[in-house]
């Protein structure tokens, strides 16, 4: 059974740093990609970044770059977001997904690709 399960989020302030973690089961984690997105209240599910098995990282979000950054860790079945500099706008519930395609990462972000995650954990950048 597939399972991803996000952790680490929390209320911060403007400029500070979070490192959310995926732990995940149920497959083997060194043969996927892994896309975090987000979902801020009232909107849509944004991509932020993807991570492929081959540990290249795709943004999918250009106000994250320079920001955020995207690690894994096979031997722990973890993949980490880094957030660093956080401002308001990155307030979300954030989310670890498995993708339709795989190993690799996609160009784009694409909702109805995703497979699986998990219940999400919410960040809250605030002064």
């Known amino acids: 059974q597939v399972q991803l399960v996000e952790s680490g989020g929390g209320l911060v302030r403007p400029g500070d740093s979070l490192k959310l973690s995926c732990e995940t089961s149920?497959?083997?984690?060194?043969?996927?990609?892994i896309t975090w997105f987000r979902q801020a209240p009232g909107k849509e599910r944004e991509g932020v970044l993807c991570i492929s098995a081959y540990e290249t990282i795709t943004y999918y979000s250009d106000s994250v770059e320079g920001r955020f950054t995207i690690s894994r860790d096979n031997g722990k079945h973890t993949v980490y977001l880094q957030m660093n500099n956080l401002k308001p706008e990155d307030t979300a519930v954030y989310y670890c997904a498995t993708e339709s395609l795989g190993s690799h990462c996609r160009f784009g972000f694409i909702e109805a690709q995703l497979r699986s995650w998990g219940q999400g954990t919410q960040v809250t950048v605030s002064s």
């Open positions: 149920g497959f083997s984690l060194d043969t996927y990609s």
